[in-house]
């Protein structure tokens, strides 16, 4: 919690999106964390996603766990609604929501050792069910509320700041996510907002479980010589495979193809992503491809960033479980509790 606040009074000539909201409508209260940190940069790129994205910010739920990664929720979208839970508990809270108002956007926040420790069954449950949110993983490779002892993810070889060598082998989030079902999967690099924002926006408009695995330096305790998730490290083996532009629906979308390296995919809502290739031979659609890519270039000691699989026809949990239109939270108990006459015809059926 922050106590914090930004001035309430703001030029009125600020830039206004589609719905004469401004920038500042998007922020939340002044960052407690480090100066400097990776994730206030991720804060940034997520409220201009929206922002540009023209969406009312209490149409977004935001849900988070525990750890430096699960306070931004704080610091961005202020008036949205919000839920912080319990250490690697975020996915399971979540899909409860979702699963009582689907008319709601959900954005669950969370952190290396909130998703890869702690909380990795439950990353592996709701990236297999489908659920429709945006998963974000700001990644920097230890335990920063800790003082620093190397995560889940963090690289073999790789050192922390006192001279420590990481033996173990790490648990890379990104490849996981593709096993286990995600219907689009991402990594990008908090220091590069203008790859970040297109990454974000086509995560919000895709259907399903989308999962961006952001590389966020710990300026406290991995941002030094020997780390693989420094500032430096990162923007030395960066290998992007491809750039995006995101065309929302109301925007003409031929006038902005330009001729040869980009491949449009649609969205379901009608939005489209202009993938500009920059390996020729990468294709985001082929998930055994992606894998086997990123495991590839990872032996090689290169952070592998953009959009590196998406399903161009997913589904989530509400088409699985074959659920009504209408939210269940708006439902009366007509509905929600036919009788005992409904129950017996059910067991019946099941015998």
């Known amino acids: 919690m922050t106590y914090l606040t930004k001035p309430k009074l703001h030029h009125p000539d600020l830039p206004k999106n589609a719905l004469g909201y401004t920038r500042r409508d998007y922020e939340g209260p002044i960052s407690t964390l480090c100066a400097g940190c990776g994730h206030d940069s991720i804060s940034a790129a997520i409220i201009q996603a929206f922002y540009e994205l023209s969406i009312e910010p209490h149409r977004v739920a935001k849900l988070s766990g525990i750890g430096c990664s699960s306070k931004t929720p704080t610091y961005f979208l202020g008036q949205s609604h919000g839920f912080n839970s319990v250490h690697g508990r975020m996915p399971s809270v979540l899909t409860g929501a979702a699963l009582a108002n689907r008319d709601l956007i959900y954005l669950g ?21 489908g659920v429709n949110m945006v998963y974000i993983v700001e990644n920097n490779g230890v335990y920063g509320l800790t003082k620093g002892q190397f995560s889940a993810t963090a690289d073999k070889g790789s050192k922390a700041k006192r001279g420590a060598v990481n033996d173990d082998e790490p648990i890379d989030l990104v490849q996981l996510a593709l096993i286990l079902g995600a219907t689009y999967v991402a990594r990008g690099f908090s220091g590069d907002k203008g790859q970040l924002v297109p990454l974000i926006k086509a995560a919000i408009e895709h259907r399903g479980a989308a999962v961006i695995d952001i590389v966020s330096p710990c300026v406290a305790f991995n ?86 699989y998406v399903h161009e026809d997913p589904s989530d949990l509400h088409d699985m479980q074959n659920t009504v239109d209408a939210p269940l939270n708006t439902l009366g108990d007509d509905v929600l509790v036919p009788g005992s006459a409904a129950l017996e015809k059910f067991n019946a059926s099941m015998r």
């Open 223 to 308: 941002n030094h010589a020997g780390s693989t998730k420094s500032y430096d490290y990162v923007r030395g083996h960066n290998e992007a495979v491809n750039r995006l532009d995101f065309v929302p629906v109301r925007e003409p979308i031929a006038a902005a193809v330009p001729p040869g390296g980009v491949q449009p995919i649609a969205l379901h809502d009608g939005s489209t992503i202009l993938l500009r290739k920059l390996h020729p031979e990468y294709d985001a659609h082929d998930k055994v491809g992606a894998l086997a890519f990123v495991e590839a270039q990872r032996m090689k000691g290169e952070v592998v960033t953009g959009l590196l």
């Open 109 to 129: 926040v969370s952190g290396d050792g909130d998703s890869a420790s702690i909380g990795i069954g439950q990353f592996a449950h709701v990236m297999r069910r």
